[in-house]
């Protein structure tokens, strides 16, 4: 998503480094053709730093990886959207993501076509273009987000288990989330959604990025 801000530090480059040593436990990672890994979690845990550090190491093992975010496949705009949840709380949930067209972007590149067409939000400008992208290059792609487990097609599913009374100032710092009780009911919904994605999970992490499984 344009506008959104990542910052990577030794912490989640470790982290990475952990979670590649797991991997090659499980796949030889230079060997299989199309890995993709998701990555889920509350706001603030960390899905989009350790998914971008996770790209990073990756590239030490010369394997190429894209990252998606969740963030872009959203239906509605960024400030659209917050209006929506404002009339109605109803309006937070699954449903308010293209989860379909994501599938679908997972399946056409673990099958080989050469080029996707994904959604892309630019967050500043509250809008919602395509972006057409060479997945011929990439020999993995990490997905993360909020509800990406209501997905198939993941060889390795990652979750943080971070909720959002934990995240409170990783959100902050992002400059994304205002301080309102009206975000937290919203995060609380969030958090009752996805609470069960952890035992779907192939790894867990904790709150200090360390596995825990």
Known sequence: MIGDIIELDEKHLATAGTIIALLKQRFSIQNVPKIVIGIAGESGSGKSVTAYALQKVLEREQVKSLVLQMDDYFKLPPRTNHKNRLISLNNV?????????????????????????????????????????????????????????????????????????DTYENRMKRNRDEKSDFVEEVLEIEHRIIRNFRNNADLILGKNYEPIN
């Not at 379909?100 to 076509?113: C, H, M, R, V, Y």
């Not at 987000?145 to 979750?159: A, L, P």
């Open 93 to 165: 949930g699954i449903h308010e993501v293209d989860l379909e067209t994501l599938a679908q972007n997972i399946s056409a590149f673990k099958s080989g076509i050469s080029e996707i067409e994904k959604p892309l939000v630019h967050y500043n400008e509250n809008s919602i273009s395509t972006e057409k992208i060479n997945v011929s290059e990439y020999e993995a792609v990490i997905v993360e987000g909020t509800y990406i487990f209501e997905v198939e097609g993941f060889d390795f599913k990652i979750f943080i288990d971070r909720n959002y009374r």
